[in-house]
């Protein structure tokens, strides 16, 4: 049983996350309206009068340069967590062979459930770096300077 929830928390965990996380002001205004339009179409007062609010403020607020600096300081924290996911694992290792010194079964199993349960953690925080970098490449090349 704990193996199916452990397995179950993970999968949906660590689903790829394809979709830029930080978008530009085009893609932003884009993407309201289009929402906007199905607000329209379906009639819904309350979504149209939320997206148009949303729609006011991306063009009052929106800024290439800010969304740029957004990306940055995003690829930051997505490198550190990467860093901190290494670390762990380098400390799962190091336990499950202490483990395997003391030669319990039972402890064996917990740290090598430990390690492999850090090692997905560590691949999706670097598929996360990943979407950061591009994000942050495709917004910096937005820029007009």
């Known amino acids: 049983m704990k193996k199916l929830l452990l397995s179950f928390i993970l999968s949906s965990m660590f689903t790829s996350n394809a979709i830029a996380e930080i978008q530009s002001c085009k893609e932003q205004k884009k993407d309201i309206e289009s929402k906007l339009a199905i607000a329209k179409e379906n ?3 309350a979504a149209q009068n939320r997206l148009q609010l949303a ?4 063009n009052i607020y929106c800024t290439e340069e800010r969304q740029a600096n957004r990306a940055k300081l995003n690829l930051n924290k997505k490198e550190q967590k990467v860093k901190d996911k290494e670390w762990d ?3 799962a290792k190091h336990d499950l062979a202490e483990a395997r010194l003391e030669g319990r079964q039972d402890k064996i199993r ?4 430990k390690l492999k349960k850090n090692m997905l953690e560590l691949e999706n925080a670097k598929d996360e770096l990943k979407n950061a970098k591009d994000d942050h490449k495709k917004l910096s090349n ?4």
Do not use: A, G, M, T
């Open 55 to 58: 729609l006011h403020k991306v």
């Open 43 to 45: 009639k819904n007062i």
């Open 110 to 113: 917990k740290k090598e459930r």
């Open 142 to 145: 937005d820029l007009p300077y």
């Open 89 to 91: 694992v380098e400390q």
